[in-house]
């Protein structure tokens, strides 16, 4: 099939000298392509119209696409602002510490990100915390013989992002509820009436965001509750104290929001090439053997070197999150061209993950490029989780929640005397934005 192009749209146009890719439709623009398609429209502008084009994102407007490796050096460039995420998404991600620039998120992110490092993660005791949920839902899956497996680990990413808040186990299914309508946000058109998506959207953000007021009041109250909450409670408070609770609160949100599906479609994609390649699964069970048991903290992981090759490589062919927005706040040299003042700008992360100025053979799943290697993970080599100021916080945490779960599943399986089997095709119903992800109806069977 070809692209979700317009074939009505044929124009070359130039914007600020640049190159406009036709194919545009009215009011969405290029969304369909770059949701359903993103690599081919990519690889098809750079064919027709070079390193750097327009890419319209429809209600967002227009983003000036670079693909030359430059357009990396952005994510730490001092005259480039984060403020357009919160643009192109009010409701959801406005006051987050994503949306920041300079020493506002400085500030804000200074004051919760020990709580993120290995050392604030294993004296909260995460890994333990994390061992029995995921053991429970890999037996789960054992016990089925047969997963739908996207939705199962975004369930399970649920779970484990619900007990690191502490959120209470009688409370989940009410926070289930508001959490899938928050979600709605992402796409809600902008009619603002009872029962649109919109309304129920911005009452389950409000709900959500008491309930972290709530939180933040226990933790300093000393009241019985677990989680990095009260690790981020106390960090903050100990910071200059400039900062309100709203700013906390907001970023209580976006650790929900941020680690969710990112980490269940990496974990769903680790699944399916374990599923396609026996060689990979053969490995990892080795591994897992050798190790014994669940690894519970990040001095543990250095164990389980196969694991990681697989988290990182899984990563680099499947980046979830593909595209990252910046505007540019003074005129920027970026490769051949002089990028004017105040441009929309898109960092393609799916393509430099995957392009061939970076890596040797990058279509091929090759653990060797991991296992192999002697120098320490650089920038480049994790740039998945961008770079910069606003590099993930989330990394180490997902770096051990995916390496547990690894083990855990090939303990698991190889007990029972099973394996992974795809029992659909891989290639039709992938998304690329605004989170990337294998399609919802990819089935594995454990047989
Ligand atoms: C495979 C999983 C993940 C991927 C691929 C990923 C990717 C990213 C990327 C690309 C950014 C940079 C955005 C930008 O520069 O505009 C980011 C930021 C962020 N991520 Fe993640 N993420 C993942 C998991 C997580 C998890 C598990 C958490 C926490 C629970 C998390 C929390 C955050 C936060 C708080 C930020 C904003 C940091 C800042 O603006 O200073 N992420 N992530």
Redesign the pocket.
Known sequence: MDMLLNPLNRWHRLRDDIPVMPGAFPLVGHLPAIVCDLPRLLRRAERTLGSHFWLDFGPAGHLMTCLDPDALAL?RHKEVS?AL?EEMAPDILGG???T?DGSA?RQA?DGIKAA?LPRGLTEAGIGELFEPIIRAQVRAWRDRGEVAILPDTRNLMLKL?FS?MGIPAQDLSEWHRKYRQLLHLMVAPPIDLPGMPLRRGRAARDWIDAQSRQFIRDARARAARTGLINDMVSAFDRSDGALSDDVLVA?IR??LL???E??A??MAWMVIELAQQPELWDALVEEAQRVGAVPTGHEDLAQCPVAEALFRET?RMH???SL???RAMQELQLGQRRIPAGTHLCIP?LHFSTSALLHEAPDQFRLGRWLQRTEPIRPVDML????????????H??WL??VQFSIALALTMQEAGVRPRLMSGVDNGRRYYPTAHPSMTIRIGFS
């Open positions: 994510l984060s995420i987050t510490l994503v920041l998120h992110r993120f992002t690191l970023n976006l650790l941020a680690g969710h990112t980490s479609s990496t990563l980046p979830a999150s990252v927005p910046r992360l998945q989780f961008g770079a910069g100021p606003h590099v993930c916080m989330g990394y945490l997902v929640e995916l």
